[in-house]
């Protein structure tokens, strides 16, 4: 059972950033593809960024030039730099594997890290 646990969340004001850490308990986890997801309340769970296994990103428009995703495979690390926030970035973010049809590896997610971007 891989276990998933995110970090690094909190309240920022607008145009504030935070770095995001996800550690990860997956066995091969260099040979997955990873992402960041984000679920704002009333809303579904989105995919805002990708980190492929050979280190290729993409981002979701709404988040493009602000967002940087990174990964640390010897850590076992998926990171997530967010700049520029703004209040729709609020939302708590969650990190999983990315299967090849895009779909999240692991059905179990783990508790998320709050984001709350307010003045």
């Known amino acids: 059972q891989v276990q998933l646990v995110e970090s690094g969340g909190g309240l920022v004001q607008p145009g504030g950033s935070l770095r995001l850490s996800c550690a990860a308990s997956?066995?091969?986890?260099?040979?997955?593809?990873w992402g960041w997801y984000r679920q704002a309340p009333g809303r579904q769970r989105e995919l805002v960024a990708t980190?492929?296994?050979?280190?290729?990103?993409e981002y979701a428009d709404s988040v493009k030039g602000r967002f940087t995703i990174s990964r640390d495979n010897g850590k076992k690390a998926v990171y997530l730099q967010l700049n520029s926030l703004n209040p729709e970035d609020t939302a708590v973010y969650y990190c999983n594997a990315r299967k090849g049809d895009g779909s999240p590896r692991y059905a179990s997610w783990g508790q998320g890290t709050q984001v709350t971007v307010s003045s």
């Open positions: 980190i492929t296994s050979e280190g290729i990103t």
């Open positions: 997956a066995i091969f986890f260099s040979s997955y593809a």
